[in-house]
Every structure is written in C-alpha cells, then in structure tokens.
C-alpha cells in the first residue's frame, strides 16, 4: 500500500475536498451591484505587426448577468460594419469567425449604439436598475476582460467618427485586473483563468458574445469565492481612479 494511502487509512492525513464545479450551490457574498452587463468586442485586425488602420467594432456583443444567482437574463449581438477599412483581413475572419458577408450585413457603429442604448433602457426600467449608485435601487454597471473593450476601442472609435457615446460606458470593472487582484496570479487570457479554476471555455474563443457569456460565467465564479466586484476604471474625470494611459489589453 502506498505511504499516503496508508496515512489516509490510519487518520494522519485528510483527504482533500474536491471542489465544486457548481456555480449554483455556493452562497455569493453581498456584493453592491446586482447586475452586470458584460461585453467583449470583437474588431477589425491584422496579422502580426501589418496594421492597416485603427480598428473598427465588427460585432458589438453583451449579456445582462444577474450576479446573485449566476443566470444571463438577457443578450445583445450585433454585427457592425467598417466603414475605415470596410474589407476584413483572412487573420481577422479565421481569428472571429466574423465573415465579409456578417459584417456587410451589419449597422454603421452609430445605429448600433442606438440599439445597445435602447436595449439598455428597456432591461433598466423592467428590472428597476441605475446606473447610479446613489439612488436608491438595483445597481448595474459593465464589466468586460480588460480595459480595452471600453478604455481603448469603443472610445477611440467614437472620438473618430464624431459619434456621441452614452455616458453608461465611462465606468466598468476590469475583470482581468479584479481576477489578478483576487487570485495573487497572473491568468493566460480569459481561457487561461477559467482553467486555473478548473472551468472550460464554452464555445468558440474570440467570437464576441461567447467570450461575452464565458466572461460572465467567471465573474460568477469569482464572485463565489468571494471576490467583491467594483468599478475599476473610468473616463469621468471626476473619478479617484481612472483609465491608465496605456489601458491594460487583452
């Protein structure tokens, strides 16, 4: 018999618990926002260094996640069509999964917002969320994987485009950075830190609302383990925190 079995046997040494695979049978501590949306772009790219312009949003994906129980209530995806650089790169189609044809059949980035923006509303006033924190009520903000989505890419976009951005994006929770925070670890993307807790990445990686649901799936992990949610990042300068000048990446 082997020396640790054998100390097993004779009550030397515990066995260690397993542990649970199942979101819904851990207790979440209270945590201050009741819901989240959280969304992962997918853009425009290029191959190593061949850059050919700043990227555009291909497909604007998100996911209204109740934080409590774990479940997605409600998801947004629309395809978005470039206008820069309207002809998407092979790398970027063979990366996303995204093809000319989507995205040709996709809105201007404007109209998109509108739609996000209305989409955004309606769940607000069915499930009583505000964006403010200091009103009374259900709390909500956005949390995606990096500041990029929101610091760089969105923001970016829309000061080139003179698009007017409503202000619900200036304030998000980066959950790479809450995720190294928490975990004292420095994860392999988002894969990567579904696996160190023992999850697996459902469906395609690098398609947006997959990276979207799987995004969720790991704040719900973390916040069963403890891990209290909070906004980390902000483009409203009257903010403690704010957006780095070289926003974390992906």
């Known amino acids: 018999m ?16 397993a542990r649970s695979t199942s979101l819904s049978t851990r207790p979440s501590k ?8 959280v969304l992962d772009f997918e ?10 312009g700043q990227p555009e949003i291909i497909e604007f994906p ?15 995806q629309q395809y978005v069509m470039p206008v820069q650089q309207p002809i998407l790169s092979e790398f970027c189609t063979s990366l996303t999964g995204i093809t000319q044809e989507q995205v040709e059949a996709g ?7 509108v739609l996000f ?15 403010n924190t200091s009103l009374p009520g259900k709390y909500v903000t956005f949390a995606t994987w990096s500041d990029w989505d929101l610091g760089v890419c969105l923001h970016g976009e829309c000061l080139r485009k003179q698009l007017k951005k409503p202000d ?3 304030n998000w929770i980066d959950v790479k950075f809450m995720y190294k925070k928490f975990y004292q670890r420095n994860p392999s993307g988002l894969a990567g830190a ?15 609302i997959c990276d979207a649901r799987n995004t969720a799936d790991l704040v719900t992990w973390m916040a069963r383990d403890g891990c209290i949610m909070e906004v980390t990042a902000s483009l409203n300068p009257t903010k403690k925190f704010g957006v780095l000048a070289s926003p974390r990446m992906k």
């Open 2 to 17: 082997a020396t640790k079995h054998l100390a097993i046997k004779c009550g030397l040494v515990q066995r260690r618990k």
């Open 30 to 37: 209270k945590q201050k926002f009741d819901y989240l949306f």
């Open 43 to 52: 853009s425009t790219c290029w191959e190593g260094r061949a850059r050919v």
């Open 62 to 76: 998100a996911v209204l996640l109740h934080l409590q129980s774990g479940k997605i209530i409600n998801e947004f």
């Open 107 to 113: 809105v201007p980035l404007g109209t998109c917002l």
């Open 117 to 131: 923006s209305k989409w955004v509303r309606e769940l607000c006033e069915q499930h009583q969320m505000s964006f």
């Open 168 to 170: 619900f994006f200036n």
């Open 194 to 208: 579904l696996q160190d807790l023992g999850m697996m990445f459902k469906g395609r990686e690098h398609s947006g």
